[in-house]
């Protein structure tokens, strides 16, 4: 029998809130300005993992073009070959369940991306993927500690010894 190769995990990326942030004080109050220290983060994830990238952000309604000059400008040229592809839009979908029903769709309609995969996002995510989120806070954008968390769960049920999301001790020592 021949096996089938892995599919590589995906990373569920939102921007506004994780890649750009309030408190960045060199903010232009741009959306297209990345806060480097968020890029840095993104780019470790990136780097230990083979994950690929599906936009979930509010970006693929009016800037997807806007992404891969955005990537480049903000020292993420290099990793643009690595989005895939966005999230639907459902418009009827319940604005505090959204976010979560269209990845909750794009992985229905994938579903050999089901076991490995991680949703960076500053907002609320519905209890079913909780597991698999790592909320970033708008004011700091995503940080070390928050790509630590996306790669243990990228890295899948085998590898963890702390269930997601869950802080291990080793963070405090
Ligand atoms: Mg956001």
Redesign the pocket.
């Known amino acids: 029998m021949k096996l089938m190769p892995t599919p590589p995990p995906i990373l569920f990326l939102?921007?506004?809130?994780?890649l750009n942030c309030q408190g960045n004080r060199t903010h232009s109050g741009s959306r297209e300005e990345f806060t480097p220290a968020a890029v840095l983060a993104l780019r470790s994830i990136l780097d230990k993992s083979d994950c690929r990238i599906v936009i979930s952000?509010?970006w693929r309604e009016d800037l997807m073009d806007r992404i891969d000059p955005v990537f480049k400008n903000n020292g993420l040229g290099d990793y643009v070959s690595r989005i895939i592809d966005r999230t639907p839009q459902i418009a009827d979908a319940p604005e505090y369940t959204r976010r979560g029903d269209e990845i909750g769709k794009w992985l229905d309609d994938h579903p050999e991306f089901r076991k490995r995969f991680v949703i960076l996002?500053?907002?609320w995510i519905p209890l079913d993927l909780a597991p698999f989120h790592v909320r970033t806070n708008?004011e700091v954008g995503l940080t070390n500690t928050h790509a630590q968390m996306a790669l243990t769960i990228l890295a899948g049920p085998r590898a963890k010894k702390t269930r997601p999301g869950k802080r291990s001790t080793r963070l405090f020592g």
Not at 14 to 18: H, P
Request: proline content about 0%; aromatic content about 0%; glycine content about 10%.
């Open positions: 939102d921007i506004d809130g994780v952000s509010s996002d500053d907002d708008l």
